[in-house]
């Protein structure tokens, strides 16, 4: 029988890469989103590429009240997650803390922080249950270095790296492999996001240099979660070449 993994903010990127690449290697998939139709495309291609089972969850996983409804909606048998891949995440805006609008401050830590507790709430008891399990937490290189302008969503990775680490204290005597995956410069939608739609501004970005791709992360949780029983990655730093700290970069001409 296939193992299960849930997979938040499975609309596009890192999530997307990660469900294919799970799914071409023998996981069933639970995929959660807000975009209904991005799930819906994903959940027909990987049916048609795959002989994995798949159900997509569409609910917003800053609200606690969805994401519990979404969750308790699963059939039973759906309910014994054995990898959750905390992914769903964005960074909003880049002013000085003296500028910053709060609205972008609290849509960022009820993503990548609240949800992220939320989800792992409700999916952990489970697993204290079975016996096993495998929590892989999103996090970045900006959860290990800050930068300028860079204040809060800095604050919500560093919440996530802290998070890993004591949910691998809280979780250890149950038998539950908790990691951490922390990327540099990742060419996804994640640009895009923070600029508010500003491509030109996204694209510059990554102008000079060849970044990391959604699919080089999900390679990377693939190998994490495919383990032997008595290995645990605990925490992964993984950088494009060209990328030294989180804003030096080797950058052509």
């Not at 995440?89 to 922080?113: C, K, S």
């Not at 939320?118 to 996090?139: A, D």
């Not at 149950?174 to 410069?185: E, M, Q």
């Not at 959604?214 to 008595?230: G, K, M, N, Q, S």
Request: proline content about 3%; some cysteine; aromatic content about 6%.
């Amino acid at each position: 029988m296939n193992k299960i993994a849930l997979i938040t903010g499975a609309t596009a990127g890192i999530g997307r890469a990660t469900a294919r690449a799970l799914a071409a290697n023998g996981f069933d998939l639970i995929l959660t989103g807000r975009r209904k139709d991005r799930l819906d495309e994903l959940e027909t291609e990987i049916k048609k590429t795959s002989n994995c089972r798949v159900i997509t969850l569409n609910f917003d996983i800053r609200n606690l009240d969805e994401t519990t409804q979404a969750y308790n909606a699963l059939p039973e048998e759906w309910k014994a997650v054995d990898v959750l891949i905390n992914n769903a995440g964005l960074a909003v805006g880049m002013e000085p803390i003296q500028e910053g609008f709060v609205d972008d401050w609290e849509r960022m830590i009820d993503t990548n922080v609240k949800g992220l507790l939320y989800i792992t709430r409700l999916v952990s008891p489970q697993m204290v249950k079975q016996g096993s399990g495998h929590i892989v937490n999103i996090s970045s290189i900006a959860g290990k270095e800050a930068y300028a302008k860079g204040n809060v969503y800095c604050a919500t990775k560093h919440a996530v790296q802290a998070l890993t680490q004591g949910m691998r204290i809280d979780l250890l005597q149950h038998g539950i492999k908790v990691s951490s995956v922390a990327p540099g410069a990742v060419e996804t939608e994640f640009s895009v996001v923070r600029f508010k739609g500003d491509n030109d501004k996204a694209d510059g970005v990554y102008k000079g240099f060849t970044p990391l791709f959604a699919e080089d992360i999900a390679e990377t949780i693939l190998f994490i979660v495919t383990r032997p029983p008595h290995v645990n990655i605990d925490d992964v730093l993984i950088m494009p070449t060209a990328q030294a700290f989180t804003r030096q970069f080797h950058r052509e001409e």
